[in-house]
Nanobody, 126 residues
Framework: QLYPVESGGGLVQPGGSLRLSCAHSGFTLEYYAIVWFRQAPGKEREGVSCIASNDGSTYYADSVKGRFTISRDNAQNTVYLQMNSLKPEDTAVYYC???????????????????WGQGTQVTVSK
């Protein structure tokens, strides 16, 4: 496996919750900071959250603070994004990717060599 595999997306009503999962069989995620991104149609990809591997520090975009929580389960080689109080503006395809460092990159910026999976669709609508 050369790419991350995202899952857990779906259709939810505003105020609902989803938990996204990020898995990768190609390497051990615990060695790297992991970043969640999202991209809505017609918009640029934006960083949502990051979890470091060196000290477990977490970071969130202002738009999701207090609603989203990032975590990891090293035994499962999986990183999660718990999304609560979802809003229609959260609608996007969500992706995860690994930084090449243990700490979270400034501004969620990854290098050009970052690997991207297919993402998982999150739709928040009545």
């Amino acid at each position: 496996q050369l790419y991350p595999v995202e899952s857990g997306g779906g259709l939810v009503q505003p105020g609902g919750s989803l938990r996204l999962s990020c898995a990768h069989s190609g390497f051990t995620l615990e060695y790297y900071a992991i970043v969640w991104f999202r991209q809505a149609p017609g918009k640029e990809r934006e960083g949502v959250s990051c979890i470091a591997s060196n000290d477990g520090s977490t970071y969130y975009a202002d738009s999701v603070k207090g609603r989203f929580t990032i975590s990891r389960d090293n035994a499962q080689n999986t990183v999660y994004l718990q999304m609560n109080s979802l809003k229609p503006e959260d609608t996007a395809v969500y992706y995860c990717s690994a930084a090449d460092t243990s700490s979270c990159p400034v501004g969620f910026a990854l290098g050009a060599s970052a690997s991207w999976g297919q993402g998982t669709q999150v739709t928040v609508s009545k």
